[in-house]
Structure formats: C-alpha cells, structure tokens
C-alpha cells in the first residue's frame, strides 16, 4: 500500500485569530510556535503556516547537511537538531514558511505533529485546527482484504461502493451478509451467474424482510453455537426506512442480536431516483419534480436513526464518510454490540448521480453536509444515552452545503429558510437528549470570542413546544 | 564494458536528486554514480562547518551503500572521467576504464576557479570545494597564525569566518567594492563587513592581488596587491569563484559556453545527454537566458527534470528558470536574499532600517527581489511569489509594511 499519513487540517472559517495554537506550541515545545496564524485578506479572517508534511519534500532536498528527512511511518518530517549546521537553506525550500527562523533560539523550527497528539489542535478552541487521522486508517486497512469483487458496477464516485468496502474490510470475513434490493446489490454485491459478489456469503432477501430474516439467521447460529458470526445487513433507505421498516422496527424491538447498516442515499436510486422517506425537504427527485407548481419535495425526512432510539437499541449511530475516523470508530462499537442486541448504523452517503453532485465532490459533500448540522454525527447506547461524537457546535450555514448539491439548485429564500430551521429543530432536540453527555473537544467556543452556544436548557419557547410536539 | 541504462557523473545533489527521479518513475533500470571523490555524497556547502569542527567528516555523508543498495544503483568512488564520446556513448575514466551508457547525466558541479595571479603556481595554497579540501584547511588552520582569503564570496567569507574564531588573523582582499557582490546591495554588505571588522577580520575591498610568492620555504607567503602594499600570512585561501567541471568534456560535442549549455528539459545539444547543476548553464528566471546560478536549490531542480527525462517520465516538467537565493549566516547572524535583490533600474525599492535591514523589489506590482540582514524572513515563501509571479496589488501596502505575514497568508491561501 502506498503511504498515508495522518495531518493537522486548518478551517480558516473557523479560526478567529486567538492564537491559543501558537501559546500551546510555543509552551509544549520550549521556543518559538511551530505554526504561526496571520491575518488573512479579509478583515476578521484568518490563515495558517505550518509544516505540511509534504510527499515531496524540498526542504529536505536542499539540505546539506542531511539533518531533515521524511519518517516512512508517520510520514513527519524529523530535524535532527546535532546535524542541523543552521545554514537555513530549508527555508528556502519550502514555499509555506513550515519551517522558519525561531529568532530566540536563531535555528530553524518545525512542527513534529507532537508524536501524533498535537498539542495545538487540543488547544483550539473553535475547532479550526483538526487532527485528520484517515492517514493511518488507510495505512491500517489498506493491505486487508476487499471482500467484494474488483469490478462492481455503481456509478462513478459512488459513496456507497466505498461504504461497502470499507465496513466489510472492518468486519472481516466471518460474517453474513443481507443486502436487499437497492443500489448495493444492484452494483453486484449478490453477483451474477451464479457467482457472489463478495467474498463472504451474501443474500438478496426482499425489499420488506431483511431484518426478519437476519433474524431468524442469527437464531440458527446462536443454536449451533456459532456466536462470532456477524449478521448483517447493508441496505438502503429505502428499504430500511419505508418498504422494510416494521421488520426492521420488529427486530430493533425485539433486540434481535445483528447488525444493521443503512446506507441512506436519500431516495431509490437504482430504480430511478424516487423519493424515500428519508428524502430531504425540497429536494428534486423523479417522483418530487421540479416544475411550475412543484418546488421538489414538500414533506420532511424522517429521521431514521432518531426513531431507532426511540426502540431503546442497544446501538444506535450515524456515520458519514466525510469523516471516516469517527465511521472506523462506530464500526467497531457496532459490530460489538451486535453480538448483545440490535445495533443500527445510519450512514449518509451522498449520491452523485442523482443528486447531481460531481463525483469529484462527494466527500466534499459529506463533509459540508456534517459541518452545517445537516448531518449529525452522533451515538447511543441503551445504557449511556445519546452523545455527540462531533461537536455541533458553531456550524456552517446550511446554504453553503445545500449550494453544492445539484437536488437543490432551484430552491427559493423560502425552502432555505425551512430546511435551516428544520436542521435546527433537529440539533436542539438532540442537544436536549445529549444534555447528560458531555460535548466532544473541539468546538467549545463559536469563533470570534463571542459565547459558548446556547446550552439545551436555555432553549426559548416556541422552539421547545415544536420540539415537544415533534 | 561496464554498462548502464542511466549513468551518473557526479555524487552530490544533481546527481543524487536525479537518482531519486529516475527512481520515482523507472525502479529498476540499471544505474551508476561515478565519482572523482573518495567518499559517499556529501555537500560541498557543509564544508566550512568541517573546517570549523562543528561537523565531523564522517557525519556530513547524505547517502550511505544501503541507500545505493536500496535504490539499484552502482555507487562508484575514484571514477575520475576525462573523456566522452557521445557516438559510442561511453564515458572514458582517469583509470582507463570505459563505461557505456544509454543516457548519460553530466553534474559534476563546479571547480575552485584559480585566478592568473603571478607567482600563485609556486605557493602552497588551499581551496575548498571537497572534504579532503575542507580536512586539509582544517589541519593547516591548527599550526597557523594567519590567514590571507582571496575573493569575499560565499566560501571566502566562511573560511574566514571560520579562521578568525580560530583565532587566527585573517585578511581577506576584494575585487569588488563589496562582500558578496550579486547577493546583496551595499548598504546589506556593509552590515555583514561590519561584523567582520568587528570580529577582527581584515577586509581590502576594491584591492586585486597582482602576485604572490612563498616565503620561509613554502611556509608561509605574501601576496601583493594592486596598490602596491603586500600581505603576509602562513595560510592562504584563494575563493575566487568557481568555474564548471567541463574540462572532460573536450572534443565531445556538448556545446558549452561558459558552462554546458541546456535546454528547459536539461538537455545538452548532444542526444542521451543531459546536464544538472553547478555544471549546467541554464535559464535564468529573470531574463530568460542561459546563466550559472551555482547554487543547491537549483542544482536539485535542475537535477529532478533531468532525471525524469533521462527515464522518460511523461509528467517531466520544464525548467522554469534558476533564481539565485542565499541563505547566509555570519557570527551567528543571519543574510538572506532572494532573487533580483539587488536591482535598481525599473524596479520599485521599499528599503527599511528598523530591527535589522530589509529591501523589497517590486516590478509591476509583483516581487521579483527580497534581501535582508539581521530580520530573518522566509525565503521559499518570497520565492513561491516571485516564481508564481503573484500580484501583489491589491496588498502591496501591507506586504511592504509586514510582509512576512502577508506572504505566509498569500500561502496559505493557496493550499489549505
Ligand atoms: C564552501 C561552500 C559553501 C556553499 N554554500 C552554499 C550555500 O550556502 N547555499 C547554496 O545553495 N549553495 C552553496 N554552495 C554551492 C553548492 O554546494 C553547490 O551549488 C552544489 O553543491 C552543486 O551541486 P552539484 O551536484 O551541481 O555539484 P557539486 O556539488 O560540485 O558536485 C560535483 C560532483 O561531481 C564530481 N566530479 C567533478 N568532476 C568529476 C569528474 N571529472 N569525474 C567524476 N566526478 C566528478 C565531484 O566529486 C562531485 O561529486 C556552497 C559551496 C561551497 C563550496
């Protein structure tokens, strides 16, 4: 496998200028900060240096003195202090002032990503600077085993090909897969001539009973004694939230030990595009057109992962892989806890094709989609109760994600304003469920230096009477 | 014959980078390093830090046998070659040997450039361009007294610096007016022949050395100067520049003018040639003609397109022109330039004396210079706006004004 390597990312719409960073910096590493905030173009605005960890590195290069060099496994790029002769021919290699003059000391410094704990991102308190660790996943699960075939046949850029991938190489090969009529077996996952599209045994149940179905599977293997087996679902929203919801609904009730994976594309893809249940407000689909009279969908989604809460699962969690660190993570305490009750994913998985987003964008999309609340990512657990795993915490506008996603083009002023304040009825009252759980890092503080987000018990009237009508 | 599909002459960092190239896109195609020198790669820029003692020998080498081991590559020390015969391609080394190749990379840099100073042939004198040179210097420095350094370029003023806080007297005579000229204007250079008067180092600028002779039976010497006055010294240093390795290239056909003439690809005029490095007279950013920019950053570009070419890489990128840069460190201070630093005419100059010195150049709203002593300022940062020639006027009060953090935030900008 090639290289990947986890890395500090830098939200400039997030960062006001604090400079707790630099202090951080500065402080845990005895000298000048290793990465320095400026005033950006625009008044209020801000920007990053700081040491990229480029592949290719020139600073390295034009060293004479081989003191700098690029660690193979986490991808740092080391100064050896003893061999360094302070000729500073490094900064001139690198374009982004990653490594510079700390004028105290009169050598150069750089950032060493803290052994992979960066003190800097800990300190900051808007959420600006991120600690990215898909890096290291990649260089984790890279070399295991695919258990789908090579050649499956969605859409380009399809993030549920990717969704499937990626949690059957998590899971493993001791496990049984359902994938009900959708875009995923549609790709192939169920094969064709009489060959399976996995590496695992896989079926096709109907649209309606999969997780009947699982059910009855898992029972059988609980009574052979075999209870390391995964049984699980991969299914659309379509036939997790309409067409298959009171099997689904039946099993989460009855706390049927599998594991449930909704890959919710918003709608029947593979069919054509229809709407589903779990299709946003205002969006255009084939059964929700746009046209003189019609603006796309007028109802609401159902928030699926919500309702299954509301069964008392013993799992429950939405996952998006805009963020794959936090995907990796829920994987692992789902498929856990599928062994002692029903364990239920909701993944959001944009759609290139028929929500109209370039398949060059789809994680763009899945990223923006979570850093407006469009999306939020959270947990639950019978026992625990609801915790957000990423801060919601000081998002961005709902318009600018919905902007990027074709489905939407038409909306109006009117359909915006619902679908923000819909997004922020929904925050609210998982703020309310989360009230007991505390608040991931990140994010304590809305950028600017102004308050700390209204706390779920401070919400104002109106808001709470929807919420408790909803 | 011994034979390689990519042949390396040269072992410091054309050479090495053009490895590292060819290696990224051909990974086992059969290479060679040959090498006049006796070590594994070092640079020569961390020789004043062996002479000094801050480096030891053994510790500068930048590639060791499972690097050569790890990449296919013969590493070949005591090759010195003297001949090319580019229609039989071979390369025809001081031992006899003759080596075949399918391409072949010219890098073997520059050579001290011996002015025609009468006497000179008859003194002992040292110059600094190889570890041996450096070890030599060194040895020599510890039962010497003085010093005398010809040329107050960049290895000059090392040496000389690193002679005086041996402890030894030191003179350094000048053609120009100024300590590096090219590098820096007068009012930089002044700051930097400040430290070395004040650090007791004796500097004659705008002084030729017309003759030297030995003394005391070879030693110690003096040299004579053009006003009439001589200098004496137990040591001397002549760093008077440097010119490129072409000598061996006679006869071959590789059109040179004062060094091997290339093209954006680093191509010689002769087929399966191609040239990096101190050794190459390639485009000059700024004017767009062929020049000697003998310095490290230039020397890995340089050697980084030819290496790709030499394997073919269809993603090679042209040469987009050498800018000189400096990074300079005195008594532990610090020099730096970048670019045309030093232009006057058709340029706009912001100069500033607060906390160290500073000059700006401006064309057309776009930096094309930046010097500065004693205010450290990123130099790749500055380079990237002057090769991107970025325009700077929708800020260009404020990056005068604070362009440290402007340059950064223009960066930054770029890549997130
Ligand atoms: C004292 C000193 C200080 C310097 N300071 C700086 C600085 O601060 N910043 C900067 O950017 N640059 C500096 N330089 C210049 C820099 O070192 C050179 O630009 C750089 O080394 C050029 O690399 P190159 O590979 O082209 O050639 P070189 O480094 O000159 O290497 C040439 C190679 O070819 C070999 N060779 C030569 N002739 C033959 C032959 N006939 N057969 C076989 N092998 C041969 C040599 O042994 C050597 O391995 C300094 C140089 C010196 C000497």
């Known amino acids: 496998m090639g290289a990947a390597f986890d890395t500090i990312a830098f939200k400039a719409s997030l960062c006001d200028g604090c400079g707790d960073c630099m202090k951080t910096c500065s402080e845990v590493k005895g000298g000048a900060s290793r990465l320095a905030i400026v005033p950006g173009a625009k008044e209020g605005g801000f920007e990053l240096a700081i040491c990229r960890q480029c592949g290719d590195p ?98 380009q850029g399809c993030n549920s090909e990717l969704i499937m991938r990626h949690a059957m190489r998590k899971i493993g090969r001791n496990s049984v897969l359902a994938t009900p009529p959708g875009c995923i077996p549609g790709m192939g996952s169920v094969g064709y001539n009489g060959k399976t599209g996995t590496k695992v045994p896989v079926f096709h149940p109907l649209l309606t009973n999969t997780a009947s179905m699982l059910s009855g599977i898992r029972r059988y293997y609980d009574r052979i004694g075999r209870k390391d087996i995964v049984v699980m679902a991969l299914a659309g929203d379509g036939g997790t939230a309409d067409c298959g919801f009171h099997a689904v609904s039946g099993a989460a009730e009855r706390g049927e030990k599998i594991l449930y994976i909704c890959v919710d594309n918003e709608g029947y893809m593979n069919t054509g595009m229809q709407r589903s249940g779990t299709t946003p407000y205002g969006s255009w689909t084939s059964t929700t057109p746009v046209g003189e009279h019609l603006k796309g969908k007028t109802q609401d989604a159902k928030n699926l992962p919500l309702i299954l809460t509301a069964h008392k699962c013993r799992y429950v969690a939405t996952a998006s892989t805009g963020y794959m660190e936090d995907l990796y993570e ?44 469009f999306v939020t990512l959270w947990e639950y657990t019978n026992t625990a109760g609801l915790r957000f795993t990423r801060s919601p915490d000081n998002p961005i506008p709902v318009v600018d994600y919905v902007r990027t996603i074709g489905k939407y083009r038409h909306l109006d002023a009117g359909q915006l304003a619902h679908i923000q304040a819909k997004v922020d009825e929904q925050v609210a009252l998982l703020k309310l469920m989360a009230a007991d759980s505390p608040s991931p890092p990140a994010a304590h503080r809305a950028p600017g230096g102004g308050e700390a987000p209204a706390a779920a018990g401070s919400l104002s009237g109106p808001l709470r009477q929807e919420i408790a009508r909803n | 014959m011994p034979e390689a599909k990519y042949l390396l002459v040269g072992s410091s960092h054309a050479a090495l980078e053009a490895l590292r190239s060819i290696r990224q896109f051909d990974p086992d195609g059969a290479m060679a390093m040959l090498t006049q020198d006796t070590h594994p790669p070092y640079s020569p820029t961390i020789l004043p830090y062996v002479v000094s003692g801050r480096s030891r020998p053994e510790a500068v080498l930048l590639r060791d046998r499972t690097f050569f081991e790890a990449n296919a590559c013969a590493f070949v020390p005591n090759a010195r070659a003297v001949g090319l015969d580019a229609k039989a391609k071979t390369v025809k080394l001081e031992s006899g040997e003759t080596w075949r190749y399918q391409t072949l990379l010219i890098a073997t840099g520059a050579a001290p450039a011996i002015p025609p100073v009468k006497g000179l042939d008859g003194v002992k004198f040292h110059v600094l361009r190889s570890l041996d040179d450096a070890k030599g210097l060194r040895s020599a420095m510890g039962g010497a007294r003085s010093a005398v350094v010809l040329g107050a370029g960049l290895v ?140 490290i950053p230039t020397a890995v570009e340089q050697g980084r397109i030819a290496g790709a070419g030499m394997a073919d890489d269809p993603y090679r990128k042209d040469y987009p022109g050498g800018l000189p840069v400096n990074t300079y460190r005195f008594f532990g201070r610090v020099a730096l330039s970048i670019g045309q630093a030093t232009a006057t005419d058709g340029v706009e100059v912001s100069e500033s004396d607060e906390n160290g010195y500073r000059r700006i150049v401006l064309a057309d709203n776009r930096l094309v210079g930046y010097a500065s002593v004693d205010q450290p300022f990123d130099v790749g940062v500055m380079g990237e706006l002057i090769r991107r020639r970025v325009d700077l006027s929708q800020c260009k009060d404020t990056f005068i004004a604070r362009p440290a953090d402007t340059g950064r935030r223009l960066m930054s900008e770029q890549w997130r």
Not at chain 1, 101 to 125: E, H, I, L
Not at chain 1, 360 to 373: L, Q, T, Y
Not at chain 2, 188 to 213: C, D, N, T, W
């Open chain 1, 58 to 155: 020139k600073c390295v290069q034009v060293c004479p003195s081989g003191a700098l060099a690029k660690d193979g496994d986490s991808g740092v790029i080391g100064w050896d202090a003893q061999k360094c002769v302070d000729c500073l021919l490094c900064t001139a290699g690198c374009a982004y002032a990653g490594i510079a003059v700390d004028p105290q000391a009169a050598r150069v410094a750089k950032c060493d990503q803290c052994d992979g704990d960066p003190a800097c991102v800990k300190a900051c308190p808007t959420g600006a600077l991120e600690w990215r660790r898909a890096g290291s996943l990649y260089r984790e699960y890279g070399d295991k085993e695919d258990l789908f075939v090579p050649g499956l046949s969605g859409c």
């Open chain 2, 156 to 295: 000059g003023l090392h040496a000389a610096e690193n002679m005086a806080e041996a402890g030894l007297s030191v003179t350094v005579v000048e053609m120009q007016g100024h300590v590096l000229p090219g590098y820096f204007d007068a009012k930089a250079s002044e700051r930097i022949e400040a430290a070395f008067a004040g650090h007791g180092v004796k500097l004659l600028l705008g002084r030729k050395v017309v003759e030297a002779a030995a003394l005391d039976g070879g030693h110690s010497c003096r040299v004579m100067l053009d006003d009439g006055k001589a200098v004496e010294a137990d040591l001397l240093l002549v760093a008077t520049g440097v010119r490129p390795a072409v000598d061996w290239l006679d006869g071959s056909g590789v059109a040179i003018d004062r060094g091997v003439l290339v093209d954006e690809a680093m191509r010689t005029s002769v087929a399966g040639v191609w040239a990096a490095g101190d050794v190459a007279q390639a485009m000059d950013f700024h004017t767009g003609k062929p020049a000697l920019i003998g310095i």
């Open chain 1, 330 to 373: 829920k994987l692992d305490r789902a498929v856990e806890a599928s062994f002692e009750g029903f364990s239920y994913l909701h993944i959001y998985s944009p759609c290139p094709t028929g929500w109209r987003v370039p398949s060059s964008k789809v994680i763009e999309a899945c990223r923006m989609s979570v850093d407006s609340n």
